[in-house]
């Protein structure tokens, strides 16, 4: 009794001839999208579908030396705070063709250099990491292995790998001189833990600066630090509104926390901004339908995503050494800050 037949795996050849296209046509549209007119892909991609068909990339990328996937690794996935900058990012690199891997370090940097050193094993043609601050050791490794690394979310000239993001602390300065200039002198401060954070360590920075501007005295601040969440937000409000002389502002290192404060207020009977103004960081969709909305610092993530796309991209392909970018802010003043009471 003889086996019956297995299914032929199909090729690239069987989807060219059943969307009546070249095989180059074929490749172009998995590969780079970008260059074959839209009714041509569409006919292609439905005939992959139809087929089944699943390119080779292990023998593609022993071919070209390339596996066409970039690495991320992001502090966090449990909160809107890096979501808009990395799908703009994932957007670009798709239409050339490029796989994004995504891994989450919980803020962690023993995880995230574990992390780091498995998407190099895996074979990742670049990496996209968030902050500039982490072990030189790790950057010479990336080094060694001679793997394009870019950094975004912060923009330092000095960095080893090229930045393209923005300047936490002038961001922040912006915000602090608008909320002293209302006639704040008691401020709190609800922040990420500052170790290993050089974006949060950088806004904290930038408070103590404008108060330095303004001749408060240092122990007009006060601080918690605390993990990003909304449940640790509103903690740390709690905390904050026990403290004497109790604060009259409230600064959010970022707008998760922000709106974790501001439910607590309103949970512990006090009027925002009446009683206390709270502000973010970040601007993101939570900032604009809570209520009152929410005074921040807008963030231009999706041009930040696109624009680290494009250059990571470019030094992958083109083995160019990245030029670092920056971006602009601006203060968005919304319902939740006021000046204080007299």
Same mark, same amino acid.
């Given at each position: 009794?003889? *086996? ?8 690239? /050849? ?16 998995? +590969? ?5 007119? $839209? $009714?041509?892909? +569409? ?11 699943? %390119? +080779? ?73 968030? &902050? ?8 010479? =490794?990336? !080094? ?30 912006? @915000? ?25 360590? *950088?806004?904290?920075? *930038?408070?103590?600066?404008? #108060?330095? $501007? ?14 990003? &969440?909304?449940?640790?937000? /509103? ?15 409230? #600064?959010?290192? +970022? ?5 974790? /404060? #501001?439910?607590?207020? !309103? ?13 973010? =960081? ?5 900032? !604009? ?14 041009? #930040? &995503?696109?624009? /680290? ?11 160019? %050494? ?14 939740? @800050?006021? %000046?204080?009471?007299?």
């Amino acid at each position: 009794m003889t *086996a019956p037949p297995t299914e032929r795996t199909p090729t690239l /050849a069987d989807v060219a001839r059943r969307a009546g296209v070249s095989t180059a046509t074929v490749s172009r549209c998995l +590969n780079t999208p970008d260059r074959v007119i $839209e $009714e041509t892909r +569409n006919r292609v991609l439905q005939a992959v579908r139809d087929l089944g068909y699943s %390119p +080779n990339f292990g023998a593609r990328a022993l071919a070209a030396k390339r596996t066409n996937t970039i690495g991320a690794v992001i502090p966090t996935m449990e909160n809107a705070i890096f979501a808009r900058g990395l799908q703009a990012f994932q957007e670009e690199l798709r239409l050339k063709g490029i796989t994004l891997l995504v891994a989450s370090s919980s803020y962690r940097a023993d995880l995230e250099e574990e992390q780091i050193r498995t998407l190099v094993a895996r074979g990742a043609d670049g990496l996209f990491l968030i &902050g500039a601050h982490r072990d030189p050791a790790l950057y010479d =490794f990336l !080094k060694r292995r001679s793997i394009p690394t870019l950094v975004a979310w912060v923009h330092d000239p000095n960095a080893p790998v090229p930045t393209i993001g923005f300047d936490n602390h002038a961001a922040m300065l912006d @915000l602090a001189r608008r909320v002293i200039a209302d006639g704040h002198r008691h401020i709190g401060v609800i922040s990420a833990e500052q170790a290993g954070n050089d974006r949060a360590r *950088a806004r904290v920075a *930038a408070i103590r600066a404008a #108060m330095d $501007e303004a001749g408060l005295a240092p122990d007009a601040l006060s601080l918690v630090e605390t993990a990003y &969440g909304i449940d640790e937000g /509103a903690a740390a409000f709690e905390a904050l509104m026990q403290r004497t002389p109790r604060p009259t502002v409230v #600064m959010c290192g +970022n707008d998760v926390l922000a709106v974790g /404060a #501001m439910g607590r207020a !309103k949970e512990m009977g006090y009027d925002v901004p009446g009683d206390v103004s709270i502000t973010g =960081f970040d601007d993101i969709e939570l900032a !604009k339908v809570c209520s009152p909305g929410l005074t921040t610092v807008h963030v231009p993530h999706r041009q #930040m &995503g696109t624009r /680290a796309a494009r250059a990571l991209i470019s030094m992958v392909s083109e083995g160019t %050494p990245g030029q670092g970018q920056r971006l602009d802010t601006r203060v968005v003043l919304r319902g939740s @800050l006021g %000046p204080p009471r007299a």
